[in-house]
């Protein structure tokens, strides 16, 4: 059984940073790209950052580059969001998605419950 | 705003068909064949429904189907069951940027 575990959220201060986890299990984590997507309170989906398989190839959501960075240690079959610079509207349940196959760019065929993330003073 | 757009809402009755659209750009939409959907009930993690315009994951049920034309995909729910009551997703590729498009998602409601 595939089973994505995300850790990390919680509530933070704006201006500060916060790593999000995911661990996954039922699967052989290195052959499979990684993605986080998040949901704002009231709003729909929105693809936050990708990595394939080897983190060759990394992608993010126009609106995010710079302030967020993706890694993954496929040795624990751990998927991580270094998350700088937060901001009110960065408030949202992040979701770590398993790829369809390798390569970045693909369907997101096995999801995780969500880690909620709060920035409010 | 999204670059794939879906209705904000749709409505059917038990056992009703519904079809949800998704409309995008040539780039995104009509030059591919990756537009997924996935299915998200509030509070849980949102599941993979098609995936390729028409495939269907193994347990997903045959009263959902996936189609295109042109720019504009569509889901079809058939036979609709309290259960379908949802929040449904298209999703697709930007090779440019690179990066994943969601549309704006659609609200499913069995009356």
């Known amino acids: 059984e595939v089973l994505l575990e995300e850790s990390g959220g919680g509530l933070v201060q704006p201006g500060r940073s916060l790593r999000l986890s995911c661990v996954a299990s039922?699967?052989?984590?290195?052959?499979?790209?990684m993605h986080w997507v998040r949901q704002a309170p009231g709003k729909g989906l929105e693809w936050v950052s990708g990595i394939s398989w080897d983190s060759g190839k990394i992608g993010y959501a126009d609106s995010l580059k710079g302030r967020f960075s993706i890694s993954r240690d496929n040795a624990k079959n751990s998927l991580f969001l270094e998350m700088n610079s937060l901001r009110p509207e960065d408030t949202a349940l992040f979701y770590c998605?398993?790829?369809?196959?390798?390569?970045?760019?693909?369907?997101?065929?096995?999801w995780g419950r969500g880690a909620l993330v709060t920035v409010s003073s | 705003q999204s670059a794939l757009t879906q209705p904000a809402s749709v409505s059917g009755s038990p056992g009703q068909s519904i079809i949800i659209s998704c409309t995008g750009t040539s780039s995104v939409v009509g030059s591919y064949n990756f537009i997924s959907w996935y299915q998200h009930h509030p509070g849980k993690a949102p599941k993979l429904i098609i995936y390729e315009v028409t495939k269907r994951p193994s347990g997903v049920s045959n009263r959902f189907s996936g189609s295109k034309s042109g720019n504009t995909a569509s889901l079809t729910i058939s036979g609709l069951q309290a259960e379908d009551e949802a929040d449904y997703y298209c999703?697709?590729?930007?090779?440019?940027?690179?990066?994943?498009?969601f549309g704006g998602g659609t609200r499913l409601t069995v009356l």
């Open positions: 039922g699967f052989k984590f290195d052959d499979y790209a």
């Open positions: 999703s697709s590729y930007e090779d440019s940027s690179p990066s994943v498009l």
């Open positions: 998605a398993k790829g369809e196959w390798g390569d970045l760019l693909s369907t997101f065929d096995y």
